[in-house]
């Protein structure tokens, strides 16, 4: 029984929590509660148990032990753990995309039943990019090499990613000169967890400036290849319009959710989904059809490709389930509570494994191998099927609340939609922004955490971001947050958003807050200021664009990773919970004031999400005035402060001091 009563934005998720003290289940809010108070020392990231001398945690009041038993102090401690972090966000991701290339591969190869090449134009884009030669050659074979090529940037020793050459050049020399530049994916993970190992990396600085480096392997490796890949395999992105919600599940028909993060398999079950043998088996069970919808990233993937409706977001996974009308939740990787396959005791649900790399005590373990997907595919869909009839109508609740958006929102769409098809271009949205009639971008991404009311920090930075001229792009749980909320609609602009952004939304016809797809599309974030960059006028590299990142509600390593990425690659980023470093002072001097010194961007911690929107909007503004930009062109709520006002956090021009490098306590260098 709920004994706490927890708290959503989304009115779906409130009736639903409403009804939690009717069930006897327990959800993450409950378990939450019962982990209070939580580890200090975990908070801080002061406790190590790299070897097993220890565990060892040093007191953060002075008192007790300034050291572990090898004599690790906090700043050693602190640094160690959050490489480690930063190594396993950036696995999962770049996991993902080896996932995708080999799907590719069998493609390429014709030894799949469910895969071929669906994004001709970015193959070509990309074979032009990488140097691959397409006279005379089938988009199979072009595929193939592609692959090859990609896969090779997993396992490159000593030579950096290739896509580190589409970063601006100020950005390529802030990487070399904080030693920083990502080699290959799986080599700066393997390295990075090398360095955390008891007796290897004991430098705070250099330990964080390792994850940095395998951050970035992660951004401009691992996830901008899932992406590029999976619009290869899939097909690119165009908008759409879709629904979102949990009232998107249908009480008459067979609801399947898909949860988790790869597509390579949700993208084989919407083709299973419409099988008419299979469709006319879910009519003879009494269903009317098959209703396919996500929860997580998966959601967002088949959401940007399919238009294919989403359920919720994380902290909905469980709420899914007990609306009593999901005959499959189908997972894979990354996201997934464990606490699910509880809910079958008590719910019809059939919890559906599907990874080899993640399996579920209780759960219906069905392997997914991509040679096979459309069979495995359609075995799930009968698991689905057979399912229906087991529903128990005494525990059916769902809310009958879904909302509007349009989604499909890529580097290359942004760049088709404002030129128009014969004339891409950026250059509508850098003359907004040059003129003042956009103040900004922000991205705003990330999870949800029962830390915080569910989805509310997401909607108030959104909000307040919007109303003073700054156009949000949104990735992951964020998106699908704001989506539920009703902002990712064209008319949104008219009700939430300054009247900068309503003309130039008006004029293109795009919603005020752009949906831009899973958290491994974050790249696409990337990818779009590197446009901006080329289109000029707005800045010469990333640390000098208006633009600014937040993840108000974060909870997972990969949005460590994700973060630090794009601090390194000059974005200034601000997360709704500190990270784990606060318990030495020196690390957290590190990342939230020195890393401005070599990557021209630092990270802020604020968890009300309207000082964190001003904190945001403060820096785009500094940019602003640096750049000699006017102020926004009409009046606005949080109006520009003046110089003097602003907190300097861009104050020494980004990879010009590095003598820095030697600021480390006690660090004294001595090279050739
Ligand atoms: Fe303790 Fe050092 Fe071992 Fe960590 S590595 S557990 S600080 S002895
Ligand atoms: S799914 S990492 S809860 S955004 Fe990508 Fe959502 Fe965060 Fe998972």
Not at 233 to 261: A, C, M, T, Y
Not at 441 to 455: S, W
Request: glycine content about 10%; proline content about 6%; hydrophobic content about 40%.
């Amino acid at each position: 029984m709920t004994q706490w009563k927890p708290q959503s934005a989304d009115p779906a998720a409130q009736q639903m929590i409403d009804m939690l003290p009717q069930v006897d289940v327990r959800t993450a809010w409950d378990r939450f509660h019962s982990q209070q108070p939580q580890c200090g020392f975990g908070k801080l990231g002061i406790c190590c148990r790299n070897c097993f001398m220890g565990p060892c945690r040093i007191d953060p009041f002075g008192g007790g032990p300034q050291e572990g038993i090898c004599g690790a102090t906090a700043d050693v401690i602190v640094a160690r753990n959050l490489l480690k972090d930063v190594c396993a966000g950036t696995a999962a991701h770049s996991d993902h995309g080896r996932e995708v290339i080999k799907a590719l591969h069998l493609a390429a190869e014709g030894r799949s039943d469910a895969y071929k090449v669906r994004g001709r134009g970015k193959l070509h884009k990309l074979a032009e990019e990488y140097g691959i030669a397409r006279d005379g050659r089938s988009d199979e074979e072009v595929a193939k090499e592609l692959a090859e090529l990609l896969l090779g940037e997993f396992s490159k020793q000593d030579n950096i990613l290739a896509n580190v050459a589409r970063a601006p050049e100020q950005q390529q020399k802030n990487w070399k000169a904080a030693e920083a530049t990502p080699r290959g994916v799986d080599r700066e993970v393997t390295t990075g967890m090398h360095m955390t190992h008891v007796g290897v990396d004991n430098e705070p600085e250099h330990l964080i400036l390792a994850a940095a480096r395998v951050a970035l392997a992660d951004g401009w490796g691992g996830s901008m290849i899932a992406t590029d890949v999976s619009d290869v395999l899939f097909g690119e992105p165009q908008p759409l319009r879709s629904r979102v919600n949990l009232g998107v599940l249908k009480k008459d028909e067979v609801n399947i959710l898909v949860h988790g993060h790869e597509p390579t398999l949700s993208e084989v079950i919407v083709a299973a989904a419409q099988d008419p043998e299979l469709l006319a088996e879910a009519k003879a069970k009494g269903a009317k059809g098959i209703n396919l919808a996500g929860i997580c990233c998966t959601a967002n993937e088949i959401l940007m490709r399919h238009g294919l409706p989403i359920a919720g977001n994380f902290l909905q996974q469980e709420l899914a389930v007990l609306t009593g009308v999901v005959d499959v939740m189908l997972v894979d990787v990354q996201c997934v509570f464990p606490a699910l396959t509880e809910y079958q005791k008590c719910f019809h649900t059939k919890v559906i494994s599907t990874s080899p790399k993640a399996k579920f005590p209780n759960a219906t373990h069905v392997e997914f191998h991509e040679e096979r997907a459309m069979e495995t595919a359609r075995r799930i869909v009968r698991i689905a099927i057979d399912n229906f009839g087991n529903r128990n109508p005494g525990l059916i609740r769902l809310p009958e609340i879904q909302e509007k958006l349009v989604a499909g929102f890529t580097t290359e769409v942004i760049h088709r939609i404002l030129g128009g098809r014969y004339r891409p271009s950026y250059r509508p949205l850098n003359d907004g922004i040059q003129a003042g009639r956009l103040r900004g971008v922000a991205g705003v991404v990330g999870c949800n955490n029962p830390r915080f009311p569910h989805d509310e920090a997401h909607l108030a930075m959104v909000k307040e971001l919007i109303r003073n001229e700054v156009l949000v792009v949104q990735t992951g749980c964020s998106a699908i947050a704001c989506g539920k909320a009703g902002l990712m609609s064209p008319e949104a602009a008219f009700k939430f958003a300054g009247k900068g952004i309503q003309e130039i939304c008006e004029a293109v016809g795009i919603p005020p807050v752009l949906h831009v797809g899973s958290c491994v599309d974050n790249t696409r974030i990337l990818t779009a200021c590197a446009e901006m960059v080329k289109e000029g006028g707005i800045g010469d590299s990333f640390d000098k664009l208006p633009v600014a990142g937040a993840a108000p509600e974060w909870m997972s390593e990969k949005a460590i990773s994700i973060g630090m990425y794009f601090v390194a690659s000059g974005i200034s980023v601000v997360i709704g919970q500190p990270l784990p470093v606060e318990g030495s002072p020196f690390v957290t001097d590190l990342l939230t004031k020195q890393f401005d010194k070599y990557f021209g961007a630092v990270w802020h911690f604020e968890s009300d999400p309207i000082k964190a929107a001003h904190w945001m909007i403060d820096i785009i503004d500094r940019r602003r005035a640096d750049l000699g930009l006017p102020p926004p062109m009409y009046p606005v709520p949080y109006a520009p402060k003046t110089a003097a006002e602003v907190p300097q956090v861009h104050a020494t021009a980004a990879g010009e001091a590095m003598a820095a490098v030697g600021s480390c306590p006690g660090r004294e260098r001595i090279e050739d």
